[in-house]
């Protein structure tokens, strides 16, 4: 999510993640630590902090995951943009009938 947005405040990840604001300290501390995110003062707002993700992190995701979406790729290039505005349009739906059956069970 990070390197989407390439720069976030803790409370955002935290809200997009839905982590509690200690929870998201932790995870950013030990990110830190291993030298995959840096946090910087807000410059617009001191009390705020800024966090990026590093090279080490870009370079760690484009190993794990850059392979999975090359092949990605070459499987969508086979479909034509009709098959993929249907797919689109499956998988938006689909996501709206889970979503509202989570509601569901949640509410129980």
Do not use: N
Request: glycine share 6%.
């Amino acid at each position: 999510m990070l390197l989407e947005c390439e720069v976030a405040t803790p409370g955002s990840l935290a809200e997009a993640l839905g982590l509690t604001s200690g929870s998201i300290t932790v995870m950013l501390d030990r990110l830190e630590s291993a030298g995959y995110v840096e946090r910087a003062a807000d410059p617009a707002d001191r009390r705020r902090f800024l966090v990026r993700p590093t090279r080490k992190a870009t370079d760690a995701v484009e190993k794990v995951w850059g392979p999975l979406v090359a092949e990605g790729e070459r499987l969508l290039r086979r479909y034509t943009v009709s098959d993929l505005q249907l797919f689109v349009d499956f998988l938006q739906r689909d996501r709206a009938l889970q979503e509202a059956h989570a509601a569901r069970v949640r509410a129980r």
